[in-house]
């Protein structure tokens, strides 16, 4: 149905869209985050590292144009093609003044080859004067904005240190999706404070809002942050690969089949990566999806057809 995945991937939606292969180049904005610079809170959400949960963007010191270059010339001996979507993925990408954003973001569209924009924010970040200029950028060119949901459960949001309401996600969608901009929304799966149950209504609510695209996480405990910290005094199960296959199976037949699922597993910085170890084989969790996909004769969207 989308290539040859039982499911609504990134890749596809991109290849049909541009023709051929897109690449993300990961950037970092200098950016900060309103949960770490005290605004919301001090120490950030509690599984966040160093580098605001974008440990593989190009280097902060450099400029965009820099960085753009730079995150070519690094992707270019994996990937043959000249399409690119820049990608704000490091911290906040909506958390500065009005004038810093619009230069960030237009100076990154004006690079050769850039035939898109993703901006990953915090939906309590995206006061009228940004969504203006989301509107504006989203007419230009092809833009889509990422929200850390994570979870719908309120235990599960105190636990994370998320720093806002469910109600605040809900208003940030509705704004979103009346200028006609693309949401995609992150959830993390394997909370100590979560069930298969919970975790899967997280999954039906998303599928409910009829968001633009869904990425899935693996929740990762990296030695530099308080997660580590918390782990070593509480230790508490993981979800083994198996399991963790066998979620994202059940996640995916909840999806409506247009919805674009541009992660179903992540990369965890292997140096700093404490649990689960297994995660850094990602093409062994990718193809053990399609097996088990294949195993239960099942696809994207299958319990709700
Ligand atoms: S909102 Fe993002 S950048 Fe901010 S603390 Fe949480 S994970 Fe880190």
Not at 131 to 146: G, K
Not at 155 to 161: D, W
Not at 213 to 235: A, E, R, S
Request: charged share 30%; hydrophobic share 35%; with cysteine.
């Amino acid at each position: 149905m989308w290539g040859d995945k039982r499911y609504h991937t990134l890749n596809y939606e991109l290849r049909k869209t541009f023709g051929k292969k897109v690449i993300k180049l990961s950037l970092d904005g200098g950016f900060t985050c309103p949960n770490r610079d005290g605004t919301v809170g001090h120490r950030g959400c509690i599984f966040c590292g160093e580098e605001g949960s974008g440990e593989f963007a190009a280097s902060r010191r450099l400029d965009i144009r820099e960085q753009i270059k730079e995150q070519k010339r690094l992707l270019s001996n994996k990937w043959k093609t000249d399409k690119y979507i820049a990608y704000f993925q490091n911290f906040t990408n909506t958390y500065s003044s009005y004038e810093d954003l619009r230069e960030k973001y237009f100076t990154a569209l004006f690079q050769q080859g850039i035939v898109g924009l993703a901006i990953a924010t915090r939906p309590d970040c995206l006061p009228d004067k940004v969504m203006d200029l989301l509107e504006e950028i989203n007419r230009e060119t092809y833009l889509w904005v990422e929200l850390g949901l994570q979870s719908i459960h309120d235990r599960s949001a105190k636990f994370i240190r998320r720093g806002y309401p469910l109600r605040i996600y809900d208003e940030a969608v509705r704004r979103l999706r009346e200028r006609n901009i693309r949401v995609v929304t992150h959830l993390i799966f394997g909370l100590p404070c979560e069930s298969k149950k919970d975790t899967l209504e997280s999954v039906k609510y998303v599928a409910s809002t009829k968001t633009w695209g869904v990425k899935f996480h693996m929740l990762y405990i990296q030695k530099d942050t308080d997660l580590y910290k918390y782990y070593l005094k509480n230790p508490f199960p993981i979800l083994s690969r198996e399991e963790y296959i066998s979620l994202v199976v059940d996640a995916l037949e909840y999806l409506p089949k247009d919805m674009v699922v541009h992660r179903v597993t992540g990369d965890g910085k292997k140096e700093l990566l404490v649990e689960p170890r297994w995660t850094l084989d990602k093409l062994r969790v990718l193809s053990g999806i399609d097996r088990e996909l294949k195993l239960r004769n099942s696809y994207q969207g299958k319990k709700i057809e």
